[in-house]
């Protein structure tokens, strides 16, 4: 932390330029790329463009998470780098990348190029370390709320981010689920029709056969 001297007043205000340059990299960012989930900016596709890739990964449909993630980390990021309700931003940015380790990531270890969840550990951490030191100067939460901050602060954030992105996966697997059983019922009625046209055909096999024999017979 550094001090600088208001000029004119003889006041020194506490700047914390270190958390501030965090918090305002990792949520600027982040709010960057929930517009890429919303909207075509940043050279995103969208909500119909990114859905595809989230029922890849098992969230069906697609479309919905994809924009409740947008939501989170727009906002989330938009909290965060503007040091308004720090803890709360930090908490939806944390839900969104421990959900991101629990579907996609956790499988492929640790390691970011391996597909691993190096890099969702790293935003995580970001969040927790800027919630436990304050969003520094200059803030919104350090002018008008400056009690924001603590280690207490930052386990309460780390839990409810933590709980929602349980509840998230949670939710996203009964609705494949509830996806498979769809498609087992609405591919029944071609399995029946299936059948019914390859007994059909083994009759009228069965019958040209007859037929022939009986022919055969009479010819002779």
């Not at 596709?45 to 939501?71: H, I, L, N, Q």
């Not at 002018?143 to 996203?172: M, P, Q």
Request: include cysteine.
């Amino acid at each position: 932390m550094s001090w600088v001297r208001c000029p004119g007043r003889g006041k020194k205000i506490r700047m914390g330029l270190a958390t501030t340059t965090l918090r305002i990299a990792v949520g600027g960012l982040s709010a960057g790329h929930g517009l890429q989930k919303l909207t075509d900016k940043f050279g995103g596709s969208g909500p119909e463009g990114t859905a595809p890739s989230f029922e890849r990964m098992g969230f069906e449909p697609g479309k919905p998470y994809a924009m409740a993630a947008g939501v989170a980390e727009t906002v989330g990021g938009a909290l965060l780098a503007t040091g308004m309700w720090t803890p709360l931003g930090a908490a939806m940015l944390t839900g969104v990348q421990a959900t991101a380790i629990a579907k996609v990531h956790a499988k492929n270890g640790l390691w970011v190029h391996k597909g691993g969840f190096e890099y969702n550990a790293t935003l995580i951490a970001a969040a927790f370390a800027v919630t436990e030191a304050g969003p520094g100067f200059p803030s919104i939460d350090g002018l008008v709320a400056k009690r924001r901050k603590g280690f207490g602060w930052a386990l309460a954030e780390l839990a409810l981010g933590l709980g929602a992105a349980a509840a998230t996966v949670a939710l996203s697997e009964r609705g494949k689920d509830l996806a498979g059983k769809q498609r087992e019922v609405s591919s029944e009625p071609a399995s029946i029709v299936t059948d019914a046209t390859r007994q059909t055909a083994d009759t009228v096999a069965a019958g040209a056969d007859s037929a022939a024999e009986a022919a055969r017979t009479a010819s002779s």
